[in-house]
Each structure stands twice: as structure tokens, then as C-alpha cells.
């Protein structure tokens, strides 16, 4: 039986006039995997999910998410509902409780899941009344990945998660990475860690200077 594909990306490019910042890549992602995107800062990892997102107009080629057309508007709006995102430097309302805030985001959906369901899920449980800005900067991850789940995404892309964190906070992360894919989510990790991307991927693409160069399994 073949494997659910929920991201097809063919010849995917994205230029800003003379520059390339993502040149003609082609892969997918399928049901029930996290797939890492693994390159230094400035290879063009960002740009090629917020493409995926409907948040970057795509150049040239294609791309299809959960089915549905990222250049199409109509699609664009069925993706948005469907995928959860921890954007680069994910930041929340720092007077706000960890409770507020997450129910702050699920506030802004109609079938949000309850907030104390993602709290007790991403263990905040001791800090759920700790106002934002009291936290380090891992517990600030785990806020981010609980407004990325508020939804109950069916894919969820988490940008370059542990960037800046201590040893512990990361392998914290990581922990609650394998936790999505234990509960059957599909992750979209991009990382510059190679170590990260060798602990949490089923399979690994390679980005430098927007062109794919190797994708395959860790080994």
C-alpha cells in the first residue's frame, strides 16, 4: 500500500528580481512523517514553506497541501484551516498567562480544541497561570507549538523550533516533536542542526542556495 502524500512540491521557485532564493525544488511529504528541512540560514527554508503556507506567492512550478492548490485562493483558505505553524521567533502577548494566551489563540477558530487539552498535551500543567515573559525560553516554545495544535491541524509545520534554546530547553522540544508524531501528526521541521534533524526525521532534505541536494533517510 502506498504512503498518503499531503505535500507535493514540483519545480517549486521563488525569485526577487535577479536573486533565487529557492530554485526549482522537488520533494514530498507523506502522512504520519516528519520530514526535516535541513540547511545553513539563507538556503531558502523559510521561504519555501511560507510558500506551502499561502503566506509567499510561488514563482514558478507547483504545489499541492492536503490536496489543495497553494496559488488558488479558494485552496489557499482550505490550507490555512487545515495546517498548524510555529513560525522563527514565535512570540505571544507577554502580560498574558500561558492559558490566556493559548486560549487566545484558540479563540480566533471556530472548532478550536480546549485550551487546558493543549495545556495538559505540551506539560504546562505548573505554569499554565505564569504570565508569558516569566518563562524560559523552551516553556515559550512549547506555548508556540500548543497555538500550532489550537486548530487540530492535519499537518504542522514547525519553523527552526529550538533555535537559541540551552541543551535542555532543546531536548525538551524535541520531546513533544516526537510526541505529534506519536500521536499521528505529520511535521514539517526545518532545523540548521544537523543532530536535530538525525534524532526526530524519518527522512531529511538537504537545502543549499535553494536547490535541493540530497533527500533521503538519515542513514
Known sequence: MTEEVVVRVEGLTKRYGGLVAVDRVSFDVRSGEILAFLGPNGAG???????????????SGSATVLGFDVTKRRDQKEIRKRIGVLPQDFNALDKLTVREN??????LYDNARDPNELITLLDLKDKANVRFDDLSGGLRQRVGIAAALVNDPELVFLDEPTTGLDPKSRRDVWEVIRQLKDRGSTVFLTTHYMEEAERLADRIAVIHKGRIVALGSPA
Open 45 to 59: 527554508k523559510t521561504t519555501t514553506i511560507e510558500m506551502l503556507q499561502c503566506l509567499r506567492t510561488i514563482t
Open 102 to 107: 493559548i486560549a487566545l489563540f484558540a479563540s
